[in-house]
């Protein structure tokens, strides 16, 4: 019989071809700079982090969860036996039964993935992902036919030569897909570089329902600032890129992709494997960039990305919503490759578009992206009578004021959160004059330069004073407060005004009527949610002011982009539709007459939408709209008033 | 691109009108990124001052390799050690801005390198469009975006107008690495700055309309004339032609039609 | 308008004869009524008229040509003869190159001539205001705007831009005259390069942006207009806009002066003429005529041409922009360019805070829109309200109307 000696060298020769594929694979991701991991506990923590972590993710599509499950189960478990009873030949029935049961389990599994690809969906890429199925099928079917002699129910030798020569093919094709193709670079190179993934993530907080969306700070001594060609990658993103199964889930949530913006994140993650491995984008079988042709993109690991790989206009395109890491089944970090690419452009090209270089400049002139006069940013509060942190030194809550000091519409929702802090008889002071901007902005521009000069000096400025929390309406700075300074130094308790006020209102703090007027919806700003995973309180904010809120389809963890992140509005990269327009249709599809927000950008994204279109309101402004001021304070205030006149 | 001229830019501490911090002057940026366009990298750049100054750096990250600090001291006047070193190594064009942003502002530093050198000096130029024979052809700013062409020979002095192409952004690593050149120079104390008074500006106040009226009905006359502004005229009735008519009597009236 | 008074035959007819159906107009109020307790009232508000110098008088004739004499005279009032302000023999003189943009004294100009008179008030001896001329001019009131002496240079060397030529003249002027100031507007309309290189030729220190000089000290903007640097008044300044009061009160002589030797050298600037500007390719905060498209535009196709018949630089809105009508460079506002045109023409906006802030600087706004309640109605100095596609339709005419006549007068 053929087969009884050539499976066992065709197995031996898959696994050594295996072998120099993963050796191959392991050096390409090594040319990428060093991250510290803990390889051992990496290792450990991979099985959960998989089984648990990925799947819940995965298990948001429960078809595909079950598919996949059966799939990838069946497969792993077949190879086990396959190499104990074929390789190593074992002779045990039971072995051979359960390695029947298992290719069964796999051929199930692999006959949904087969109906998935009939008709599958745009996001999915086609090409070698259509031969897929087949070769689980393939690979399923002929290990079953090959064991049934091993489990006695089939005779040996069962079939002649024809059949042998059949099931040799089969085995060939299967093993090379399945074992060979998952190191070398076929489809199931997602399994093996996935699961090295896991175990070895840039950002292992977000396992076991951590969470982990800060950006990591720029070395400014560094001889290249940012990432100019793939090898400036981490090693570990390198391995991430890798992991991608081009399942298109970013693709069908990124807001710039759906406006018709030069960015698709599954065509940039594997334009950063072209990089890694060197070639063409000529084979790439799924949605190219909007715009861009497929064919054209050329890349190797030490030749510059934006020179022939990647687009500037597509990097510059995103919005840092992060929609696409949230939806990303292998956990691949879109965001921080992208403002590792950009900050290359901005620190070392200059060459941020669009207004980029004059917020930038105005930045570091004046402390404020439009260039207003430093010492003029309290003039929102003249009439407001606030305490300043340099006069009293100590407060409960800092106020966090953000840019929005300079625009007179945040000014309206800057003075309905006051009057609510007023109304609460709130400790509260905000830095007045010494306030700088977050660097929310410079940051995602890529400069970090200006980021960390503006967070020194303002962790420096606050380190001075005492207080026990931050509380700002800006989601943005509120994320960078949160998220970004602890790398300089400054570890707050902050909260969003959201959050705040719901505290307040749960403790009775402050009396509210209820809301008069329509349907109202809410718009989750995504430096809020996604990033910082606040979804609940400003809900029960507006549960609590009588509104039932009628949910966008696209909503919480899901919500799509205002459009205003990212620095985007700056460097305004064409497309064929306006993010805030596409996200005012969400609002419109409800058939709501107020967008209820939480976010100054949202709020100026979604008012610059062309009218008709339901009102856009921050919650501060409806939650004062219906305060309830007691008669207490009110006396209170005209004493206060005699006193100041007399 | 010209890499056999010698062009030099000479570049200030500017400050921002706003914040008054330091800053690269907008003219002076202009000034090198003129001379990036014309001869790439070669331009050389030149600042006398501190070579500790921060913000020569921001001039540095448009993509100087180097930049060239006569060394002086806070009081000494800049323009006679320019003068020397200009006049010492002789290129051919040289580069300023118009008005520095800080320090007297006087916008004398170009004339009076000219003077030196005795060579010719274009003022408030927008670009330089072509060099050639030794000859180049300037297009100089006029007011509201109108240009004159003129034509020079070579060497000259150019004072680099706003209405040049705005300069290139300012790339924070090239500008960390490129290497300050400090070189000591002679310096001469300017003796008529020392003896200037300087304090932040006071507002300037608004001229009123003086009345001088000769006889009692004009003086009523003044006193109850409607003022100005409250609403323009609104045509809202009348046929598209006379509206238009209205339109087009006012852009004659204002002399903005050509 | 003529001061000769001239009688109206009809009207004063028509006055006078009580049965005519236009009496009631053209008799001036009536002095005398019964009121109603049957007293007689006198209203000595509608006794007598203004006469021709101004002054009210009362006419003995009943009013029976108070109507005619009315209309004339407020008007014309007499123009009263300026005093004749005379420097005979002077013994220095205030020299003020002045810009004469478009031929004409600027404001700037007259500025400077007034400081001039300044610096010679109250000093010691005979000082008189030397005002430089280079080329022709349309100037008819060199004597109200204070010019003493007036030293006019002409010849075909002063045509175009020649600011060697001239410099080389200025110290001719220097050597024969040796003025006590030298005082030039500090503006770009070429008294600041004049002044600059006069200062740098004779070795002088000048203040520029002097705002607020007298003999002993000037205070000048300095450090880009943060700074006001007070120093001891040099010879040569450059003068700020509104530095001093304008002569408003005096007449003065404008006796023609000589300079003795022409100088004459050879221009290293050769001027080629002014290029010809497509007002397209004028940067929006440059832009001297602007018109603006917005979200009621409705063939954009009309807009361009009639920006392109108008001669005028193309703006627009934010949502015009967003909807990709007009690149983003032309966006107008404070999240675009914030513009100073002289006149803006918004056609179609209805005036978002960020774009009213960006034209806050214009001179003359003009509003085309369907809605009469926008805010840029408002703040428009005309406004017509319609249908803008109709509107410019009837102004592209226009325009060609009026090019094709400029054309034919050229002819």
């Given at each position: 019989m053929i087969l009884d000696w050539l499976l066992p060298v065709l197995l031996l020769s898959v696994l050594a071809l295996a072998l120099a594929g993963a050796v191959r694979r392991v050096s390409l991701w090594r040319a990428g700079q060093p991250s510290p991991v803990n390889i051992i506990s990496g290792l450990m923590a991979m099985p959960r982090r998989y089984l648990v972590d990925l799947h819940h993710v995965v298990e948001r599509d429960k078809y595909m969860s079950n598919t996949h499950v059966a799939t990838a189960g069946g497969f792993v478990l077949s190879l086990v036996l396959i190499l104990l009873v074929h390789l190593f030949g074992i002779e045990s029935k039971l072995l051979a039964w359960?390695?029947?049961?298992?290719?069964?389990?796999?051929?199930?599994?692999?006959?949904?993935?087969?109906?998935?690809?009939?008709?599958?969906?745009?996001?999915?890429?086609?090409?070698?992902?259509?031969?897929?199925?087949?070769?689980?099928?393939?690979?399923?079917?002929?290990?079953?036919?090959?064991?049934?002699?091993?489990?006695?129910?089939?005779?040996?030798?069962?079939?002649?030569?024809?059949?042998?020569?059949?099931?040799?093919?089969?085995?060939?094709?299967?093993?090379?897909?399945?074992?060979?193709?998952?190191?070398?670079?076929?489809?199931?190179?997602?399994?093996?570089?996935?699961?090295?993934?896991?175990?070895?993530?840039?950002?292992?907080?977000?396992?076991?329902?951590?969470?982990?969306?800060?950006?990591?700070?720029?070395?400014?001594?560094?001889?290249?600032?940012?990432?100019?060609?793939?090898?400036?990658?981490?090693?570990?993103?390198?391995?991430?890129?890798?992991?991608?199964?081009?399942?298109?889930?970013?693709?069908?949530?990124?807001?710039?992709?759906?406006?018709?913006?030069?960015?698709?994140?599954?065509?940039?993650?594997?334009?950063?494997?072209?990089?890694?491995?060197?070639?063409?984008?000529?084979?790439?079988?799924?949605?190219?960039?909007?715009?861009?042709?497929?064919?054209?993109?050329?890349?190797?690991?030490?030749?510059?990305?934006?020179?022939?790989?990647?687009?500037?206009?597509?990097?510059?395109?995103?919005?840092?919503?992060?929609?696409?890491?949230?939806?990303?089944?292998?956990?691949?970090?879109?965001?921080?490759?992208?403002?590792?690419?950009?900050?290359?452009?901005?620190?070392?090209?200059?060459?941020?578009?669009?207004?980029?270089?004059?917020?930038?400049?105005?930045?570091?002139?004046?402390?404020?992206?439009?260039?207003?006069?430093?010492?003029?940013?309290?003039?929102?509060?003249?009439?407001?009578?606030?305490?300043?942190?340099?006069?009293?030194?100590?407060?409960?809550?800092?106020?966090?004021?953000?840019?929005?000091?300079?625009?007179?519409?945040?000014?309206?929702?800057?003075?309905?959160?006051?009057?609510?802090?007023?109304?609460?008889?709130?400790?509260?002071?905000?830095?007045?004059?010494?306030?700088?901007?977050?660097?929310?902005?410079?940051?995602?521009?890529?400069?970090?330069?200006?980021?960390?000069?503006?967070?020194?000096?303002?962790?420096?400025?606050?380190?001075?004073?005492?207080?026990?929390?931050?509380?700002?309406?800006?989601?943005?700075?509120?994320?960078?407060?949160?998220?970004?300074?602890?790398?300089?130094?400054?570890?707050?308790?902050?909260?969003?005004?959201?959050?705040?006020?719901?505290?307040?209102?749960?403790?009775?703090?402050?009396?509210?009527?209820?809301?008069?007027?329509?349907?109202?919806?809410?718009?989750?700003?995504?430096?809020?949610?996604?990033?910082?995973?606040?979804?609940?309180?400003?809900?029960?904010?507006?549960?609590?002011?009588?509104?039932?809120?009628?949910?966008?389809?696209?909503?919480?963890?899901?919500?799509?982009?205002?459009?205003?992140?990212?620095?985007?509005?700056?460097?305004?990269?064409?497309?064929?539709?306006?993010?805030?327009?596409?996200?005012?249709?969400?609002a419109n599809a409800t058939g709501a007459e107020l967008v209820a927000v939480g976010c100054q950008q949202c709020t100026a994204m979604l008012e610059g939408v062309v009218e008709p279109r339901p009102e856009v309101k921050d919650i501060a402004e409806l939650v004062a709209d219906v305060l309830v001021e007691s008669a207490e304070p009110a006396s209170r205030k005209r004493d206060e008033l005699a006193v100041e006149v007399a | 691109m010209q890499p056999e001229l010698n062009i030099v830019a000479l570049v200030s501490v500017g400050q921002h009108p706003k914040s008054g911090r330091a800053r690269r002057a907008e003219q002076d940026a202009r000034a090198v990124e003129l001379g990036l366009r014309l001869s790439g990298e070669k331009v050389q750049v030149l600042h006398a001052g501190d070579v500790a100054e921060e913000s020569l750096r921001s001039y540095a990250g448009m993509g100087l390799k180097q930049l060239r600090v006569l060394q002086q001291s806070a009081g000494a006047d800049a323009s006679l050690a320019l003068g020397d070193y200009l006049s010492e190594h002789q290129p051919d064009i040289v580069l300023t801005g118009v008005r520095a942003e800080s320090g007297e502002s006087s916008g004398m530093t170009p004339y009076l390198l000219a003077e030196k050198l005795g060579w010719p000096l274009v003022t408030r130029i927008a670009d330089i469009a072509k060099i050639e024979n030794g000859e180049a052809e300037i297009l100089q700013a006029l007011p509201r975006g109108q240009r004159r062409a003129i034509k020079v020979r070579l060497p000259f002095v150019a004072s680099v107008d706003n209405a040049a192409e705005a300069p290139r952004q300012s790339a924070y690593g090239p500008g960390r690495r490129a290497q300050l050149e400090p070189l000591p120079w002679v310096e001469a104390a300017d003796e008529v700055r020392a003896s200037f008074d300087e304090a932040p500006a006071r507002k300037r106040p608004k001229r009123l309309k003086m009345v001088k009226a000769k006889t009692a009905a004009e003086r009523f006359k003044a006193a109850t004339a409607k003022s100005q502004g409250g609403g323009g005229r609104i045509m809202k009735d009348e046929p598209p032609r006379e509206q238009a008519q209205a339109i087009f009597d006012l852009l004659l009236e204002e002399g903005v039609l050509r | 308008m003529s001061d000769i008074i001239r009688r109206d035959p009809r009207a004063e007819w028509i006055a006078r004869n009580r049965l005519h159906p236009l009496h009631a107009e053209m008799a001036a109020p009536v002095a005398e009524t019964r009121g109603p307790s049957g007293l007689i009232r006198k209203n000595p508000h509608a006794v007598g008229f203004i006469g021709p110098n101004g002054i009210k008088r009362i006419d003995r004739m009943g009013g029976n040509s108070a109507a005619v004499g009315m209309r004339r005279g407020a008007k014309s009032a007499q123009q009263v003869e300026l005093p004749l302000h005379k420097v005979e023999s002077p013994d220095f003189y205030v020299v003020a190159v002045v810009d004469m943009v478009g031929g004409r004294l600027t404001g700037h100009d007259k500025d400077v001539l007034g400081q001039a008179h300044k610096l010679i008030r109250g000093a010691e001896g005979n000082g008189a205001v030397m005002a430089v001329v280079f080329g022709e001019h349309k100037e008819e009131a060199f004597d109200k705007a204070g010019v003493d002496r007036l030293l006019h240079l002409t010849g075909s060397e002063f045509d175009g831009y020649c600011p060697e030529q001239k410099v080389a003249n200025l110290v001719e002027i220097e050597k024969q005259y040796q003025p006590r100031y030298w005082l030039f507007p500090d503006s770009i309309n070429g008294g600041n390069e004049l002044g600059c290189r006069l200062a740098a030729r004779l070795g002088e220190r000048p203040a520029t942006q002097a705002w607020q000089v007298d003999r002993e000290t000037s205070v000048c903007r300095g450090s880009g207009g943060l700074q006001d640097i007070t120093r001891a008044t040099p010879r040569l300044l450059l003068l700020a806009e509104e530095c001093a009061d304008q002569i408003d009160e005096t007449r003065h002589e404008v006796l023609a002066v000589e300079l003795d030797t022409r100088p004459s050298i050879i221009n290293r600037l050769q001027d080629c003429g002014q290029v010809a500007v497509d007002p397209n390719s004028v940067s929006l905060a440059e832009a001297e005529f602007i018109l603006s498209a917005g979200n009621g535009i409705r063939d954009w196709e009309q807009f361009h041409k009639a920006a392109e018949v108008l001669g005028a630089t193309e703006g627009a809105s934010r949502v015009a922009v967003d909807d990709g009508y007009m690149p983003r460079f032309r966006q107008v506002g404070a999240t675009g360019t914030w513009v100073t045109a002289r006149v803006y023409v918004a056609v179609g906006i209805s005036g978002a805070v960020q774009h009213m802030q960006g034209i806050g600087q214009c001179d003359k706004v003009v509003a085309v829109n369907t809605d009469a309640g926008c805010d840029m109605v408002k703040r428009a100095d005309l406004s017509v309200i319609g249908d803008s596609q109709k509107v410019l339709e009837q102004l592209i005419e226009l325009a060609r109307d009026y090019r094709q006549g400029g054309a034919e007068n050229a002819a």
């Open positions: 359960a390695l029947l049961a298992s290719s069964v389990l796999m051929f199930v599994g692999a006959t949904f993935v087969y109906k998935r690809r009939k008709n599958p969906p745009s996001r999915l890429s086609k090409g070698p992902w259509m031969r897929l199925p087949k070769s689980l099928l393939v690979f399923s079917a002929t290990f079953f036919i090959i064991t049934l002699p091993a489990a006695g129910i089939l005779p040996e030798g069962f079939g002649g030569w024809v059949l042998a020569l059949i099931l040799a093919a089969g085995v060939v094709w299967g093993l090379g897909e399945m074992v060979f193709g998952m190191t070398w670079g076929g489809p199931m190179k997602h399994a093996f570089a996935g699961a090295l993934h896991l175990a070895f993530h840039r950002r292992p907080e977000r396992f076991g329902g951590g969470r982990s969306t800060g950006l990591k700070p720029v070395d400014l001594d560094a001889p290249v600032l940012g990432v100019q060609k793939p090898t400036d990658f981490k090693w570990n993103q390198l391995l991430g890129f890798d992991a991608c199964v081009q399942c298109g889930k970013c693709e069908a949530m990124c807001p710039a992709f759906a406006a018709g913006q030069p960015l698709n994140p599954k065509k940039l993650i594997q334009d950063m494997v072209i990089g890694l491995a060197g070639g063409t984008d000529a084979k790439f079988a799924g949605s190219p960039y909007p715009g861009i042709e497929l064919g054209n993109a050329k890349g190797g690991p030490d030749s510059t990305i934006t020179e022939g790989l990647v687009n500037p206009d597509t990097l510059w395109s995103c919005t840092t919503c992060r929609a696409c890491v949230e939806e990303c089944p292998m956990m691949i970090e879109h965001v921080d490759a992208i403002v590792d690419m950009r900050r290359f452009l901005t620190l070392e090209k200059g060459n941020t578009p669009g207004k980029g270089a004059e917020v930038l400049d105005n930045l570091i002139a004046t402390d404020n992206p439009n260039g207003f006069e430093p010492g003029s940013r309290m003039n929102w509060a003249a009439d407001q009578n606030l305490k300043v942190m340099s006069e009293v030194k100590e407060a409960d809550v800092l106020f966090w004021v953000s840019d929005g000091a300079f625009d007179m519409r945040s000014q309206r929702i800057l003075r309905a959160f006051v009057k609510l802090l007023k109304a609460a008889n709130v400790d509260f002071a905000v830095l007045g004059d010494e306030e700088r901007d977050s660097g929310d902005v410079a940051r995602r521009l890529g400069d970090d330069a200006t980021f960390q000069s503006l967070a020194k000096r303002n962790v420096a400025v606050m380190n001075q004073y005492r207080f026990k929390r931050i509380v700002t309406t800006d989601p943005h700075a509120f994320h960078v407060l949160k998220n970004e300074y602890g790398d300089f130094g400054g570890h707050y308790e902050v909260l969003h005004h959201t959050t705040f006020i719901n505290e307040l209102v749960k403790e009775g703090r402050i009396q509210l009527g209820a809301h008069k007027g329509g349907t109202v919806t809410y718009h989750d700003p995504c430096y809020l949610g996604r990033y910082n995973g606040e979804y609940e309180s400003p809900r029960e904010l507006l549960a609590a002011l009588g509104i039932q809120v009628a949910e966008m389809e696209r909503s919480g963890f899901r919500s799509r982009c205002c459009g205003g992140g990212g620095g985007a509005p700056i460097t305004d990269i064409p497309g064929e539709r306006r993010i805030a327009d596409m996200r005012m249709e969400d | - | -």
